[in-house]
């Protein structure tokens, strides 16, 4: 059976401060890899996509991928606490749809 | 565009009632997924359809789920007939490929009394 795993969480962390969150997936065959933002009560929200190995950076986020590791990660520089939310890590297996891990809660701190 | 819309956004019912969830897709968007969350086991793939064909519907828990999309603009997902344990949030999504990123409706959070 197909795997994306996170730490539950909660990861609390002060303003300013940088949130690192993790995520491990079992498919070797994935190919691409997503991190969905969701607020309570709402839907997840697309922030970030990578698809090679390395690291992609749009503003205060990083997403870093080692698929020899099957390893996926995402940095917040500089958190705010608007930044609270649970992040959700999506991994596609080979050839179907979008599984996603059990979310990392994020509380941010002022 | 308007997103993923999905309707109703809360649904009271009772066990044994039928329910019934709607979505329209994001136009142009070749797969629809319908997934669901609860506390317990996060987000679930349910059903996903590819240019309005179902293609795997592994994850529907039971022969009281089904789901339909009789045209690219419409989808339905039904419960019949409904049991408190399916009390949870129910999402729709689209996406123009298999390997892209989907995008999420604003969910549907059906309670069964």
């Known amino acids: 059976q197909k795997e994306v795993e996170q730490n539950s969480g909660p990861l609390s962390v002060p303003e300013g401060a940088i949130a690192s969150l993790n995520c491990t997936y079992s498919d070797r065959g994935s190919q691409s890899f997503f991190w969905y933002r969701q607020y309570s009560g709402k839907s997840p929200e697309l922030i970030m996509s990578i698809y090679s190995n390395g690291d992609k950076e749009d503003g205060r986020f990083t997403a870093q991928l080692n698929k020899a590791s099957q390893y996926v990660s995402l940095l917040i520089r500089d958190s705010q606490p608007s930044d609270s939310a649970t992040y959700l890590c999506a991994v596609p297996p080979a050839g179907t749809a979008l599984i996603f891990g059990k979310g990392t809660t994020l509380s941010v701190s002022s | 565009d308007a997103g993923v819309i999905q309707s109703p956004r809360h649904e009271v019912t009772e066990m044994g009632q039928e329910v019934t969830l709607r979505c329209k897709p994001i136009s142009g968007h070749d797969y629809l997924f319908w997934y669901r969350q609860t506390m317990m086991r996060g987000l679930e793939l349910l059903i996903y359809f590819n240019n309005n064909v179902p293609i795997d519907d592994s994850g529907m828990p039971e022969d009281r789920f089904s789901a339909k999309m009789p045209n690219a603009s419409f989808s339905t997902l039904k419960i019949q007939p409904s049991e408190p344990r399916d009390s949870a949030v129910y999402f729709c999504?689209?996406?123009?490929?298999?390997?892209?990123?989907?995008?999420f409706g604003q969910g549907t959070r059906l309670t069964v009394v």
């Open positions: 999504a689209s996406s123009s490929g298999m390997n892209t990123e989907a995008f």
